[in-house]
């Protein structure tokens, strides 16, 4: 289904593309409500962040992103990760998450993190159906990480 489609790929993203398609990756999100990224968001530097992040392309244009940054030798983060509305529900979102868990381990890391509204059930169910489990509280979220073995 997703590899017939040529015109739907997954390519890492730079500061020029995010400035170039400013606009596409800001309309992404925007019927997210409290949705906050800016473009000074996606901007900052970043420990790899240039190597690891990625967006999903169709026709040419952004129709989702995954922003990721290495916090530790062991240890990618996941900042933002987006789906454009009309393209959710479509099996991207759990093969993004397979780009990023092989992101990260190409990039020598074990261990994949990010954070979630503890409010925000369809975001935990969806990370939980796809590997990640609970590992601390902090504030209003909830820290998910999922791990793989580099060395395979």
Do not use: C
Not at 41 to 58: E, G, M, R, V, Y
Not at 72 to 91: C, P, T, W, Y
């Amino acid at each position: 289904m997703f590899d017939k489609d040529p015109e739907t790929n997954f390519r890492t993203v730079s500061p020029s593309d995010i400035l170039t398609y400013q606009d596409e990756f800001l309309a992404i999100a925007d019927d997210i409500p409290g949705e906050y990224w800016t473009l000074q968001n996606f901007l900052i530097d970043l420990p790899a962040k240039w190597d690891l992040s990625f967006a999903l392309w169709q026709n040419d244009l952004p129709i989702g992103y995954a922003i990721l940054s290495k916090k530790s030798e062991d240890q990618v983060h996941l900042h933002h990760f987006m789906i454009d509305r009309d393209h959710r529900a479509k099996g991207w979102g759990t093969r993004m998450i397979t780009e990023m868990s092989d992101r990260a381990e190409a990039a020598g890391a074990t261990l994949l993190t990010l954070k979630v509204e503890k409010s925000n059930a369809s975001a935990l169910r969806f990370y939980s159906r796809n590997g990640f489990s609970f590992k601390a509280e902090e504030r209003s979220f909830i820290i998910l990480s999922t791990s793989f073995d580099s060395t395979t």
